[in-house]
């Protein structure tokens, strides 16, 4: 599995942020109203944030042969974790940005106000979890060091191939 790369985490999050600006500006513009955010995107953001964190310190604690609770296959799905986390976060927090600079631009209700504490909140908790998911992901990394066992020529069962 490669690492996510940060043209990726970009296009993640900006696509969906223009998206969801103009989608925002026009249904204000012709509507008179836009789409209401609450806190608790924020909240499910930071909870997912702190599970994937602790996943990801038991794997450090694996890769380190340290005793930890975590096996070869949780750390496998941690990896996938982490890895989705960069993106989700990316994708949720654009949407996010995009209601806050809808929200920026027209601060002349405290409707607007209410939505701009909402959406800021929520999307510095978003970049929290993809911050945290690159970080785990580097931890779940394998570099060619970890591959000692196969270079040295013997299976992974113990015996000579």
């Known amino acids: 599995m490669r690492r996510t790369r940060w043209t990726t985490v970009l296009a993640c999050f900006s ?38 964190l602790a996943a990801g310190m038991a794997v450090r604690r694996l890769r380190e042969h340290e005793p930890t609770w975590m096996t070869p296959m949780g750390a496998a799905t941690t990896a996938a974790a982490a890895q989705a986390s ?14 806050l600079v809808v929200a920026l631009l027209n601060l002349d209700s405290p409707a607007m106000t209410s939505l701009a504490w909402s959406a800021a909140a929520c999307l510095a908790a978003c970049l929290l979890w993809s911050g945290i998911g690159l970080l785990v992901e580097h931890w779940c990394a394998i570099g060619e060091d970890d591959d000692n066992d196969l270079r040295s020529g013997s299976s992974p069962s113990g015996s000579t191939a």
């Open 15 to 52: 696509g969906p942020g223009v998206l969801a600006w103009a989608t925002s500006d026009l249904m204000l513009h012709r509507r008179g109203w836009v789409v209401s955010l609450t806190p608790w995107g924020a909240a499910v953001a930071v909870v997912i944030a702190a599970i994937v």
């Open 86 to 99: 960069v993106r989700v976060g990316a994708v949720v927090g654009g949407v996010y940005a995009g209601g």
